[in-house]
Structures are given as C-alpha cells and as structure tokens.
C-alpha cells in the first residue's frame, strides 16, 4: 500500500483531499505545518484554531494527524525575501515561495523521512505523467484555479505531488464535505498572507518596516498628497492611496502607477487605461521553467502578470541564464515588478519568473 503524507491546513480543501486519498485504498497520514510564530496569540493568527479543525477533520475521516514546526524555514526562506522585497519597492507573491520552499523543499523532504511515496495537498490544480515527464496542468474549476502559485515545482517535486480536488469544482467540494459531515464543510477560505493569515495589511508591514512619508506626483508633475512609504503600495492601486478621493482634472479615479525610489515619490495618474498602466515588455528574473527547459520563441504562449489576471498573448523575445523576456500583442495592465509572470500553454503550466523591468509608456 502507497503512503501519502497530506498537508492538512485545517480548511476544507485539504480535509477532502485526505478523505478522498483514504478512499482511494491509501495509507494516509495528515501533517499539519505551523510556520508563523511571532504574534501566535494574535486576534489575526489562526494557526491554533486550525490546528483543531485539522484534528477533528483527520478523527472522522481516521487518520493520524502529525503537526510540524517549519517556521525557522519560513522566516529564513520566504519571509526575509518578502521583506527585502517590499524594502526595494517591488511587491511579491509570498505563495509563490512559500510552496516551493515550504510545501515542496521542507515539507516534501519531512514527508520523505517519514516513508511517504507521495505527498498531497488541497490546491486546485493537476499533474499529468508523458513520455517525457510530469505536466503541471491548471485546475478544473478556472475559478478556483492555483497553478500560478505552484509554477516554480519542478520534475522531483512533481513526480511526488498528489492533487486530490484538482479534477473539482469547488461547489462539489463543499457539497461532499458536508456530505461526510467534516466539521469544516462551511469554513470560510483563507486569503490572507500565506501561514501568516488575514490580518490589516499596512499595520502589519509596518511593524518590520520603517514608513518613508514623500510626496504624490501626478503625471504632469504636481503634487496633490503624501505617501506613508512606498513600500505600502503597489502598482495599480485604486484603494487606500491617501489623495481623498480626489476626482480633480478629467474627473476619473487615481491609480498608483509608479514608484521612484531615488526621489521617494508616488506617481499617480487618472483612468483605468492610462498609458503608464499598459505595459508593452517586460524582463523576468530567477525564472523556473516546470519541464527544465525554456519556452522558445516561436512556441505559442499566453501568460499570467499577476493571479487573477486573465490570459494575455504573448511571445518570447529573449532568454538567458535564469532570465526571460516578453512581449505583449495587447499590452497587460499593471504589470508589477517582484509579482511573477507565469506561461501557459493551454491548460499546461510551462513556469515564470519575478517581474523585474516593465516597459510602460513614457
């Protein structure tokens, strides 16, 4: 019999997932990983409360359920980065890194130590065995889908990741937790910070990072406000900029659509489709590509500028080492430096990288 180590993070996704793996005649054993310790008695931090769900989801569905501890492995691996990110202006991702330097590196290597053949999580998304390797395909369910976040998993993590939902819709896994009667059929989905939870943003950034006050610049150059630092925003912004709802000029809403790091200032413009916003090229670093090789030029490509951003056309114009450029028929909007864009080719993930450069009208 296959032993499958499952993450179970206390959510009704993962507890599916082991019920169905339980189904399916394996031995099933339930990890839970505790990654975030610094305010753990925190209103915002709900590691304990999940921490219960996952125990009484493992008692009825009847397996054994392990808690680890990997959060000097977060703090050193992702959260460090995330904060040498925002430092520099740009605006990271951190699930990008967290599953594939927590789900899959630490937890992939704990499961191995523990005898696994496989490992298994709730994410929506599938893997797919060729002639010439593993495929990481998009989830059934496009609402739902989560392979962005998953693009940096290679071959050898790959090869050990089960994806029990990837085949579902979320409806239909609502629909079979209450079903079974798993006491998390109806919780809410997370959609804070990853391992760290849902909590005010900015008052959380601000307790690792200093605030920089300078000015807002309109694009003809006048200021019409302050910034509290810019690493608290991020490009395309429409909310919460600190300009008052100001409506002055041609009377559309403002969005963030750059920040200058020399001078200390927020540059604002008016108009969903201002020109500053629609980016033409841009340069990814540190790209990951799920099969080993990169996408060519003359492949057909579309791609991902950020996780709920729908398809673009896009072609390949350049590529060395661990870099890749793009070029966009029809420009993508906000694309922003330290997010990661993301080549698909159908349903089939090829991988991505961190925005680096955009090239946005002048």
Known sequence: MRTVVIGMSGGVDSAVSAYLLKQAGYEVIGLFMKNWEDDDNSEYCSSRQDFIDACSAADLIGID????????????????????????????????????????????????????DHIATGHYCRVRETDKGFELLRGSDPTKDQSYFLHRLNQAQLSKAVFPVGDMRKTDVRALAHQIGLPVAAKKDSTGICFI??????????????????????????????????????????????IGGSREGNGEPWFVARKDLKTNTLWVVQGHDHPWLLTHNLTAVHASWVSGQTPSPDESVTVKTRYRAPDGSCRVIGSSDDTIELAFPDPQWAATPGQSAVLYQGDVCLGGGFIDRIDAAR
């Open 65 to 116: 359920l392990e808690a680890v501890n990997f959060a000097k492995e977060y703090k050193d691996r992702v959260f460090s980065d995330f904060l040498r990110e925002y430092s520099a202006g740009r605006t990271p991702n951190p699930d990008v890194l967290c599953n594939a330097e927590i789900k899959f590196k630490a937890f992939l290597d704990h499961a191995m130590r523990m005898g696994a």
């Open 197 to 242: 939870g849902e909590r005010p943003f900015r008052e959380f950034l601000n307790r690792y990072l200093p605030t920089q006050p300078g000015p807002i610049k309109t694009d003809d150059g006048r200021v019409i406000g302050e910034h509290i630092g810019l690493s608290f925003y991020t490009l395309g912004q429409r909310k919460g900029i600190g």
